[in-house]
């Protein structure tokens, strides 16, 4: 199969992800943003907060230089959801959300085919010669999964009718 296909189907996938979180996000609410998911489990802010701290993570980890909102990795990475009293505002959250991923999809649109098969950041020139595979479109495959499975727990915010 041509590189330029798998790529762009790859591509295409994550943005299509990205385009039905973004059309959940804007059916819920700030208020229902503020609900467990589940009972005893994380709000649907934690899981937002996550998706922006996670997507910006993804700057550094494919070489496109540093992260833009560092701040949002310890309370929503390193830290389970309530373990800080006050994070940023539903509002904040969703202007970080935009912001990380139009960057991204920036990135994203001016690689080349033969780029998105380098290493990512989080292995050696010399380890990446033994596994290939832990390359950039590998990277992009697994955080659409990622983002997959959380988009899937915020739908049970959505009021049902």
């Known amino acids: 199969m041509n590189?330029?296909?798998f790529i762009k189907m790859a591509v295409d996938g994550w943005q299509g992800q990205i385009n039905a979180t973004n059309k959940?996000?804007?059916?819920?609410t700030d208020e229902e943003l503020m609900q467990e998911v589940v009972p005893g489990r994380n709000r649907g802010i934690y899981l937002l907060g996550h998706l922006a701290a996670v997507h910006d993570m993804m700057l550094p980890l494919l070489r496109f230089g540093d992260p833009i909102i560092p701040e949002l990795h310890r309370p929503f990475v390193e830290l389970p959801d309530r373990a800080?009293?006050?994070l940023p505002t539903v509002q904040q959250l969703r202007a970080q959300w935009n912001q990380v991923n139009e960057k991204l999809a920036g990135h994203f649109n001016s690689l080349t085919p033969d780029e998105w098969f380098t290493r990512h950041a989080n292995i050696s020139e010399e380890d990446f010669?033994?596994?290939?595979?832990?390359?950039r479109l590998n990277v992009l495959l697994v955080r659409t999964i990622h983002l997959s499975e959380h988009r899937g727990q915020l739908v049970l915010l959505v009021k049902k009718l």
Not at 24 to 28: D, E, H, I, R, T
Not at 129 to 135: A, L, M, S, T
């Open 24 to 28: 959940l996000f804007g059916k819920l």
């Open 129 to 135: 010669v033994k596994e290939p595979h832990r390359n």
């Open 3 to 5: 590189r330029e296909i």
């Open 84 to 86: 800080i009293a006050e």
